[in-house]
């Protein structure tokens, strides 16, 4: 028989303020729809419909087709030799270049592309366009991860060993293949995407330009910041940029691809399927 001392217990136990699921459920839809309907009137607003999206991603897309060439030789070669002319002599002046602040900046920008960072950031992104009703490019963005892929069969096909402390400064050992550049791939990938949607979803303004300007600052350090750490050589980064821009031009491909059936042309019907995926700005196209 439980004492007075237990019963006491049980009875201020029982009598604590619980909260209800009801209240809970009532409690987030009055503080985050307000928030999302808000985010959502904004990216309508400043974006443009799925039809003139595709007409403005074919025009990048050629252009970018236009600029990638070589990689079949460049692989060829690597495969054969272990230094690529320059390879040394461009390691050896851009490490020389002691200064503390661009040692810390280079480490940053190649720190966020290992995975502990790399993947929160494309669930977050990704999260964030399907939040804002951008439904097919969330889908898109969580594709760019299979990049990792191709680089992984390139590098077990060359085989090339990465830089060695006998020959440059190395801060980090990485203990695979080196040629092509994973973090380069990723990042031409990832946040190329990420310059595509917004260049082509979204009409001119501070917040897009800025992300755009931050995102292309990354896909240009990360070669740099790859050599200077002695991960890479000055070939592997070049290599990185064409075989991540022949898998971002087909990523876009599909995407359009894709867009295209989504959003039809004026006076055609988008098939029931894709009715989920369709973008704030469709509305008012179709008018």
Known sequence: ?????????????????????????????????????????????????????????????????????????????????????????????????????????FHSVSEIGFPRWAIPQILGSAGVFWALRFRLEALFLLLTSSSTLLNAIVKRLIKRPRPSKELVTVAKVINEPSFPSGHVMHYTNFYGLLIYLLSTNWRSGRLRNLLISLFLILIISIGPSRIYLGAHWPSDVLAGYMYGGLWFSGLIALYLRVKAWVHPGQGKKAPKASLPLRQPGDEEDNQ
Do not use: C
């Open 1 to 105: 028989m439980p004492d007075e001392h237990s019963q006491t217990a049980s009875n201020n136990a029982d009598s604590r303020p619980t909260v209800k699921l009801p209240q809970l459920t009532e409690a987030v839809e009055k503080n985050v729809k307000p928030v999302m309907a808000e985010a959502q009137r904004v990216a309508a607003q400043t974006s443009v419909s799925g039809r003139n999206a595709v007409s403005r991603g074919t025009i990048l897309l050629a252009f970018y087709l236009w600029l990638l060439s070589g990689v079949v030789m460049l692989s060829f070669i690597a495969r054969k030799t272990r230094f690529f002319p320059g390879d040394r002599e461009i390691t050896e002046k851009l490490q020389r270049l002691r200064s503390p602040w661009m040692r810390i900046f």
